[in-house]
């Protein structure tokens, strides 16, 4: 999890918050203007996933007969519905950026984001599968926790594309959804789980990793 927040913050920092300041600085020539605008939509899409977080009811998410009454057990399917979630302002991000027209915008935040999909998928898999659930059923509930980054993606995306206007906004949006997944949610894991000091190499190879992807592919 280490190695994902890394790459996330890489992203929130050169793949999306650098393109909206550079695009809202053509819309606006005052510094403090484009300053301002870019704050705004990063607090509204961080205000936006704590709300969900907050008002969603994670209880329901939980498989009566079969999921059993254990603690451990709630706690993974917590996690998955957390990761859920959390797949949306990753997918929002992606097509926002994949609406934007430009590689060098697109594709180093699909990378990013894809490198980290993968361990996490694999991790609701095998969680669920440690508890005794069928294969069918491991991979479908996966699946099913990626739908919220494809439905992310295309509202990204069919948005920035009816208004390039809207371009700016939708990456700041983004960035501060995930800074939200981030900072409330990531990090504090990392804390709790007694492997800091390798969390925090994994945090910052990940998000050194960003900065590799992000420069090389913008050449």
């Known amino acids: 999890m280490g190695i994902?927040?890394?790459?996330?913050?890489?992203?929130?920092?050169?793949?999306?918050?650098?393109?909206?300041?550079?695009?809202?600085e053509i819309k606006y020539t005052n510094k403090l203007t484009v300053a301002s605008y870019i704050a705004l939509f990063v607090f509204l899409g961080s205000f936006g996933i704590s709300y969900l977080n907050k008002k969603i009811?994670?209880?329901?998410?939980?498989?009566?007969?079969?999921?059993?009454?254990?603690?451990?057990?709630?706690?993974?399917?917590?996690?998955?519905?957390?990761?859920?979630?959390h797949n949306f302002p990753e997918g929002l991000?992606?097509?926002?950026?994949l609406g934007s027209g430009e590689v060098k915008i697109a594709l180093p935040i699909i990378i990013g984001i894809a490198l980290q999909d993968i361990p996490e998928g694999l991790?609701?898999?095998?969680?669920?599968?440690?508890?005794?659930y069928s294969n069918k059923y491991a991979i479908?509930?996966?699946?099913?926790?990626?739908?919220?980054?494809s439905f992310g993606a295309l509202l990204g995306c069919l948005a920035t594309t009816?208004?390039?206007?809207?371009?700016p906004a939708g990456l700041a949006l983004s960035a501060g959804a995930m800074l939200y997944v981030i900072c409330g949610e990531m990090i504090p894991e990392l804390h709790r789980s007694g492997n800091e000091s390798k969390a925090t190499t994994g945090f910052i190879f990940g998000f050194i990793l960003m900065l590799?992807?992000?420069?090389?592919?913008s050449w």
């Open 140 to 149: 479908n509930a996966t699946l099913i926790a990626g739908l919220a980054e």
């Open 162 to 167: 009816i208004s390039n206007s809207l371009l």
């Open 123 to 132: 991790v609701v898999a095998l969680s669920l599968k440690a508890y005794g």
């Open 57 to 85: 009811p994670h209880e329901h998410f939980l498989k009566g007969k079969e999921g059993g009454e254990s603690k451990a057990l709630k706690r993974i399917w917590l996690f998955i519905l957390a990761i859920t979630i």
């Open 212 to 217: 590799f992807l992000d420069v090389g592919l």
């Open 93 to 97: 991000a992606v097509g926002v950026g």
């Open 4 to 24: 994902s927040a890394g790459v996330m913050l890489g992203a929130v920092c050169f793949s999306l918050i650098n393109p909206a300041i550079s695009l809202a």
